[in-house]
């Protein structure tokens, strides 16, 4: 082959070699590609969504529903429904599953509930199911008042009133400290300190209440208990009016004072061992609030000091 040819079949190498793309370029070419695809796909999508968005929300395969809401088992004292309420209430009748915020809604919603107390866990699962772990409050006493009884729980929230009959209302601890009335609505603290540590008071004998044969927990007026220590004093009362000194509510104990749990088990003792307070030997008085002894002042002796006092 001549020089020239041989230069000539180079050159045509050399051009080949320029027009086929390396590595580089063809990933550089796949990655536009890409990037167009996806912007082409992200415009359609966008579009759709503002167009057909609002109606594939308001499908019923996404909507929130009393059926797709599952909570903690309610307890035997709560005959309301509570999902139905909530939903309600909270103005979810119409809410998306899709919503990214529903399960902050969820929750927001049943914190605001009356018998909720708190709300450990709103959860979304694939089909399309949410589960609700709920503390709900307990009744704990009935709070004497103008015109009949408002119940409360242990930390003297007022509970619905409309879910207790009148033989529901009986089987709790009647509250009396006077004229009082709670400040705000259902699902809110009463309010006044003496309705708090008497419910705190009803909430440490538990169902032990009604055993024991307790009836009223009353406030003494201020001037009877010590103004400086400011925490009032309490009296428990049975139904034939035998007087339990108890003095102040739980954790309100002063130095010198029987704690709660203690005031609780020795009279469950006494009555174990001597019977119940109402019997017609029975006591007049008993005072727990020594921490060493319990006092008890027999029926009798009490009517002796009636007597001698005519």
Known sequence: MSESGSKESRGKQAATRRQVPGPVAIFNLQLLVAVVFLGVLTALIVVS???????????????????????????????????????????????????????????????????????????????????????????????????????????????????????????????????????????????????????????????????????????????????????PLFELYTRQHVRIRWGHAPDEETRGEALAAEKFARLFEYIQTSGPLDAVDGPAEVDLRDPKEISVVPRTAARRVLRESR
């Not at 049943?110 to 772990?133: A, I, N, Y």
């Not at 419910?199 to 009877?224: C, D, H, M, V």
């Open 49 to 231: 969504w503002r167009r057909y968005g609002d109606q594939l929300l308001a499908g019923d395969r996404f909507q929130i529903s009393p059926a797709r809401i599952q909570v903690t088992a309610l307890p035997d004292w709560i005959e309301s429904d509570v999902v139905a309420q909530v939903l309600r209430d909270g103005s979810l009748d119409n809410a998306s599953l899709l919503d990214l915020d529903i399960t902050i809604q969820i929750a927001q919603s049943f914190q605001m509930h009356s018998w909720v107390e708190k709300v450990r866990r709103v959860s979304k699962h694939p089909d399309g199911r949410v589960l609700v772990e709920l503390d709900y409050r307990r009744p704990v006493a009935m709070v004497e008042v103008e015109g009949g009884l408002l119940p409360v729980d242990r930390e003297g929230v007022l509970l619905p009133p409309d879910d207790f009959s009148a033989t529901a209302a009986r089987r709790f601890a009647r509250i009396a400290v006077g004229e009082t009335r709670p400040l705000g609505q259902v699902g809110t603290p009463w309010g006044d300190p003496r309705v708090v540590g008497a419910a705190r008071i009803a909430a440490a004998f538990g169902e032990s209440w009604r055993e024991l044969g307790l009836y009223r927990i009353e406030a003494l007026p201020t001037s009877a208990a010590n103004p400086s220590q400011g925490n």
